[in-house]
């Protein structure tokens, strides 16, 4: 079974031995990974506003507050190297404006599970799309900041999963028990 210290060990290696190394240019894939992801986290911060002006929960707030900040700092990051290695930024949709939760009409208004299970499929698609960019990465700068980003992602995914469960929202399939066996 493979030794996942081993792995990052392995790969820290590489990073500090290719330090020397001229950089290739970015393949069309990383580009294109490097510019989708952008996009990702740009619409995303725009439903985390969304849950912002709609949720008056304490533990709500904090968690979307906690997950603006996650974002912004990779837009930063990926906005930076970006710019750098020449990839043009993409066009996305403008900051909300604040508004008052209780000004907004009850069918239209966001619940506070629809806006925590929101999030939780955001941060799945997250990690779908760190893990597709780190498959297709050949450069190991672009690489380990994949690796960067999954880590920030799993990490805030388990404390949004805390909450979820505190308040009965996590979404549970339905168990399965194989033919045959003793029921629970």
């Not at 740009?42 to 304490?58: H, K, Q």
């Given at each position: 079974?493979?030794?996942?210290?081993?792995?990052?060990?392995?790969?820290?290696?590489?990073?500090?031995?290719?330090?020397?190394?001229?950089?290739?240019?970015?393949?069309?894939?990383?580009?294109?990974?490097?510019?989708?992801?952008?996009?990702?986290?740009?619409?995303?911060?725009?439903?985390?506003?969304?849950?912002?002006?709609?949720?008056?929960?304490?533990?709500?707030?904090e968690m979307l507050k906690d997950v603006v900040q996650l974002c912004e700092s990779q837009v930063k990051k990926i906005s930076e190297f970006m710019k750098k290695e020449g990839i043009p930024?993409?066009?996305?949709?403008?900051?909300?404006?604040?508004?008052?939760?209780?000004?907004?009409?009850?069918?239209?208004?966001?619940?506070?599970?629809?806006?925590?299970?929101?999030?939780?499929?955001?941060?799945?698609?997250?990690?779908?799309?760190?893990?597709?960019?780190?498959?297709?990465?050949?450069?190991?700068?672009?690489?380990?900041?994949?690796?960067?980003?999954?880590?920030?992602?799993?990490?805030?995914?388990?404390?949004?999963?805390?909450?979820?469960?505190?308040?009965?929202?996590?979404?549970?399939?339905?168990?399965?028990?194989?033919?045959?066996?003793?029921?629970?």
């Open positions: 079974m493979p030794n996942p210290f081993e792995a990052i060990f392995n790969m820290l290696k590489i990073s500090i031995d290719s330090t020397n190394e001229p950089k290739s240019p970015l393949h069309i894939i990383e580009a294109g990974d490097c510019w989708t992801y952008l996009t990702l986290m740009e619409e995303f911060i725009r439903y985390e506003e969304s849950g912002l002006n709609t949720t008056t929960d304490d533990e709500v707030t930024l993409p066009d996305v949709t403008s900051p909300k404006p604040n508004s008052d939760p209780n000004d907004i009409p009850l069918g239209v208004k966001l619940t506070d599970n629809e806006i925590a299970n929101g999030v939780a499929f955001k941060v799945v698609t997250c990690l779908q799309a760190c893990s597709k960019g780190q498959a297709d990465a050949v450069r190991n700068d672009v690489g380990i900041m994949w690796l960067q980003f999954y880590l920030a992602w799993a990490t805030y995914g388990t404390t949004l999963k805390t909450l979820m469960r505190k308040r009965g929202w996590l979404k549970v399939p339905p168990y399965y028990y194989p033919p045959g066996s003793p029921k629970q």
